[in-house]
DNA sequence: CTGAGTTGTGCGATATTTGAACAAATATCG
DNA sequence: CGATATTTGTTCAAATATCGCACAACTCAG
């Protein structure tokens, strides 16, 4: 790409605009500053910029994002045919399941949550769309994984810090590898508080009408209700049922 | 502010972020420029930008958006206390009652959701944290600009447009003023299908701590299942539940 | 009252926006 | 169907705005 095609105030406003998600809900320019790495000059241009255009809210003190923020997400939701798609499926799944049912994307070595429609709570961290998990230690994540090319399936992995999340976490690299190869064959994946303990998981890849995969499918449950172990007979069934109807739908 | 304090490329960007939002998913250089008023080399640019940072995706002909710019939103879910303490809530009453709840916040003259549990479909259009109505004919909008001073109140009347969304939306200016006194008398707004045929929705102030009302809370039926004016006595005991529940605990 | 930390400001150097002109693609019409 | 018209995408140099530094004003704690 051409240098002059880049335009650079864009870029540091929306890294200030991320920086908001990492940390307390009011930040100062100094902390905006350090958690951005842009001078403090510019950063205080940015965040002044955001609260005239009405994203953010300055008190002349703390900077805070406004819910106006929410348009940007909202303008990818709303024309995005794939959430729109997606939400009456996972809202009858959850249903019938009394379980949360949510559909993610890859990006990076994350999973974002583009639908959910949630029973009850069992995590603690609230999961909305927008929401990131690490893919490598998460259910909808594994799937995602494993339908990459080996190349690409690595690379991920190299750029992940594989930690463990809970005592149930696989951290190490052959056993995530082994795992990854058994999901790329049995077609779905089951998490046992490998991300949180107390929360199972199991999930499948929806594919498009050319058998791309494009999306993954989840089922979430307390390790109370059920078994990981006996999620797969429980729900697949009904998954792949959705799977199977997603398909045609998916240009 | 000071005209040097602003950075123009932000908020070119952000129109152009905005602009995704109504339209086809795809939009080519020309379409946005159209779009935003923007000249056109200024709008591919801004677009090239946001595809490089990975928030749009670009095909050679069409950018659409990509997921990544549910960060931007979900920076402001994740930080904000309101919609993560609302959240619990709303699923619990959307449960207890089998059906929608919400909450939003009044921007300008449309009310923005900030947290939604949803049971079953019955709007055309899909709610999620983000959306937008327009408030003179929603049943938050109405018990948000009721709490307003009443010459704001008057100043987002005069900027809506009214429109009549269906028979049975009131767009007589009269009506609609008399309806918001009577709101703000009986501490609750009821919509009969003012908004989409089909659809009642009940709906309450929420106050801070020091009573001064910071967001809406509702719900919402199909008119199949409830007659509009069966929904206070039916709903109203359990909203004012929540309201009592919620209010020390917002700062 | 000091001093560390933070915020606001002015200015030269630098990078970006602009608008028109050109090239490429697409649509229109005879 | 081919030629012309129209729209769309891209490039370039001049005009303009932004960037980051250094310094001043301010705030808050000890």
Redesign the pocket.
Same mark, same amino acid.
């Given at each position: 790409m @051409?240098? %002059?095609?880049?335009? $650079? $105030?864009?870029a @540091? $406003?929306l890294r200030v605009m991320e920086a908001f998600g990492s940390g307390q809900p009011g930040m %100062?320019? !100094?902390?905006?500053?350090?958690a951005t790495g842009?001078? #403090?000059?510019? !950063?205080? #241009?940015?965040l002044? %910029?955001l609260a005239e255009l009405g994203y953010a809210h300055y008190d002349? @003190?703390?900077f805070e994002l406004t819910p106006k923020v929410l348009r940007l997400g909202h303008a990818y939701l709303s024309v995005t045919p794939l959430p729109q798609l997606l939400q009456p499926h996972l809202e009858a799944l959850s249903k019938e399941v009394g379980q949360s049912a949510s559909a993610s994307v890859l990006e990076g070595s994350e999973v974002v949550y583009i639908a959910r429609a949630s029973q009850k709570r069992v995590m603690s961290i609230n999961l909305v769309p927008g929401s990131r998990l690490p893919a490598w230690c998460a259910s909808m994540g594994r799937v995602l994984l494993a339908a990459l090319p080996q190349e690409q399936m690595l690379a991920v992995l190299d750029r992940s810090e594989l930690r463990p999340l809970t005592p149930h976490t696989k951290v190490a690299r052959p056993d995530l590898l082994a795992e990854l190869a058994r999901v790329r064959e049995q077609g779905y994946a089951v998490i046992d508080q490998e991300l949180e303990l107390g929360l199972c998981s199991i999930a499948i890849p929806l594919m498009d009408a050319r058998g791309r995969v494009i999306a993954a499918l989840n089922i979430g449950a307390p390790a109370a209700a059920i078994d990981a172990r006996d999620m797969p007979e429980r729900y697949l069934p009904l998954m792949r049922h959705v799977q199977a109807e997603l398909r045609p739908l998916l240009p």
């Open positions: @051409k240098q %002059t095609d880049f335009v $650079g $105030g864009l @540091k $406003g %100062t320019i !100094a902390q905006m500053s350090e842009l001078d #403090r000059a510019t !950063a205080r #241009r940015c002044l %910029t002349g @003190k703390h």
